[in-house]
């Protein structure tokens, strides 16, 4: 019965030590495996046989043990440890790794898995995959590039292809406007060769007069029916306005810039596109505008010398030929200067606007600035956008601004239309002064804007923010990498693939960003090693090849027992 004992035990032995290496041994296979976690093999003791019963202390004896004889061992567990192994920076920007809790979710044909391997790559749709093909979850992003938590969609980045655009909302200014200039008293007046309504010259033309019936000085006749007239080499403040066209006649057949068949449909179309603010009357000689007197075209600009309107000697032409010119006989006066600065639209395109400014008033409690912007990209025919008052304190400081924001049009462009800009004239990195030992220089500091711009890099944040990178120095979130948390990590079941699936005993998975629900973080450009230690495995190894030759000695001694005890009953 003892023999049989010792040779059940020693059988049960060397199974147990024979799993141990091949646990040890498998470890040792994964050691160079991404994100691999060992697993440990426990034992217990098998049954075990009472040979005796121990016995209570009497009186005139003491107490005894029980006396039992182990018949073995066995398997108790087998569990992994999910604790982080090393990680090993790669400079991949798809390469990614779990530094605490979590798991990574693919889908794999349909199926929804689990792992911790991070060595992700785009493939030719952009999906964002694991090395077998499985499409890494991840939540989306809206059309402002928000992340939106819940609902997990197929991860793609989209380099090379994506673009994105940013109209620009706020422009920021510096520098000084100089209060030592002229108060703005009057504009640029520049008046037109004399129009008559008779061949014969006699009689000037009025405002209702068609423009059909329209003579110059000689009796000619200036236009006909669907003549287009020329508005060109006209500047303003030293700066071109750009050409315009104007076509005679009730209807535009010509795609030009506006139509019409009396003279006060020509000096209307005049007024617009030359940019004249009619509201602004700063003083009783200030008139701006564009009238009809003594059949002249009489055109006042704004005040301010950066808003003096000049005309060429051909800058009103027909059909190439110079229907009538202007003279100027009046300058504008007053204090002013000018800056031009870029913006853009919702499909990045680029937006110049003119912004002058123009010395309104001095008084004992300081001075006021008038600004006017103007846009020969605003596509309705008024290329003027609004005019606003800054007022500054007696040491220069600006106090207050009026009316600090303008709108373009962007009709027919494919844009968002009206485009609304804001002008920020105070700033605590940037101001605007008013002071008299500076000359008057004004820059646009910065404006939010950018055109259009291609995805061209990408990096994952510690929450499993995807950040992208654009050509045009915008930086947008792309999505999210969420990790899924589970109750129980051994009770998750390998599926090969160094894939997880969930089982009853490992609960549901948590699905979380990153940092959030017991989750850990998500380290980019890395991956997770094995967390393998060679040094113990080898510990395993010696132990269960000491634990297997010891099992094997006990059926050597009770093989030589056996023979033994044959040969004394022979």
């Known amino acids: 019965m003892a023999l049989q004992t010792a040779l059940f035990s020693s059988l049960t032995g060397i199974t147990s030590n024979a799993k141990l290496l091949a646990v040890s041994g498998n470890n040792i296979a994964n050691v160079n495996t991404t994100a691999y976690k060992k697993s440990r093999i426990t ?5 075990s046989q009472r040979l005796t019963s121990g016995s209570a202390p009497t009186g005139t004896l003491g107490g005894t043990n029980p006396s039992q004889m182990g018949l073995g061992t066995r398997m108790s567990s087998i569990t992994r440890d999910f604790s982080t192994g090393s990680l090993q920076p790669t400079g991949v920007n798809t390469d990614m790794a779990v530094e605490g809790s ?10 929804t898995r689990y792992t911790r391997t991070g060595n992700f790559v785009l493939d030719r749709d952009f999906n964002l995959v694991s090395a077998a093909g499985g499409l890494v979850q991840g939540f989306a992003v809206d059309e402002d590039f928000n992340v939106v938590e819940g609902l997990l969609v197929d991860m793609t980045i ?3 292809v994506l673009t994105i655009a940013e109209a620009t909302q706020n422009v920021t200014f510096a520098g000084n406007l100089n209060a030592g200039g002229d108060v ?8 037109s060769d004399v129009l008559y309504s008779d061949a014969l010259a006699t009689t000037p033309a009025v405002g209702g007069d068609a423009l059909t019936g329209l003579f110059d000085v000689a009796g000619t006749a200036l236009y006909a029916l669907g003549d287009v007239i020329t508005v060109a080499g006209v500047t303003k403040g030293g700066a071109a306005i750009g050409d315009r066209t104007f076509e005679v006649g009730p209807a535009n057949t010509t795609a030009s810039h506006g139509f019409g068949t009396t003279l006060t449909d020509f000096t209307n179309f005049l007024d617009n596109v030359l940019g004249i603010d009619t509201t602004q009357t700063p003083t009783a000689s200030s008139t701006p505008g564009v009238t009809i007197v003594g059949g002249q075209i009489l055109v006042e600009s704004n005040i301010g010398e950066d808003n003096g309107i000049l005309f060429s000697a051909s800058s009103i032409k027909n059909n190439n030929a110079v229907s009538f010119g202007f003279t100027g006989t009046q300058q504008a006066d007053g204090g002013s200067t000018r800056t031009t600065f870029v913006t853009f639209d919702s499909l990045g395109s680029e937006v110049v606007i003119d912004l002058r400014f123009v010395l309104e008033t001095k008084t004992t409690t300081g001075v006021t600035w008038r600004y006017y912007a103007d846009s020969t990209d605003d596509t309705d025919l008024d290329l003027h956008l609004g005019t606003g008052v800054l007022t500054f304190d007696t040491e220069g400081s600006l106090l207050t601004v009026s009316n600090p924001s303008i709108s373009i049009d962007r009709a027919n462009t494919g844009a968002v239309t009206p485009m609304n800009i804001n002008l920020k004239f105070a700033d605590p990195f940037a101001t605007v002064t008013s002071l008299t030992d500076t000359s008057s220089q004004i820059a646009a500091r910065n404006q939010d804007g950018s055109q259009i711009g291609t995805l061209e890099d990408f990096s994952v ?3 499993g923010t995807i950040s992208g990178v654009f050509s045009n120095g915008l930086l947008r979130d792309l999505g999210r990498i969420p990790l899924a948390v589970f ?5 998750l079941e390998e599926f090969g693939g160094s894939l997880y699936r969930p089982t009853i005993n490992s609960g549901i998975a948590t699905v979380v960003s990153p940092g959030q629900g017991g989750s850990g973080r998500v380290i980019g450009r890395s991956l997770e090693l094995s967390n393998v230690e060679l040094a113990e495995e080898f510990i395993n190894l010696i132990s269960a090849s000491t634990g297997f030759s010891a ?9 030589e027992l056996i023979q033994e005890l044959l040969a004394a009953v022979r």
């Open 43 to 47: 034992f217990e003791t098998q049954i």
């Open 102 to 111: 979590g798991f990574f979710i693919v889908s794999s044909e349909g199926n």
């Open 158 to 160: 989209p380099v090379g």
């Open 184 to 191: 703005g008293t009057v504009g640029s007046i520049s008046a």
């Open 461 to 463: 944040g510690e929450d």
């Open 487 to 491: 109750a129980n990590n051994n009770g």
């Open 551 to 559: 099992s094997s000695r006990v059926l050597t001694t009770s093989d």
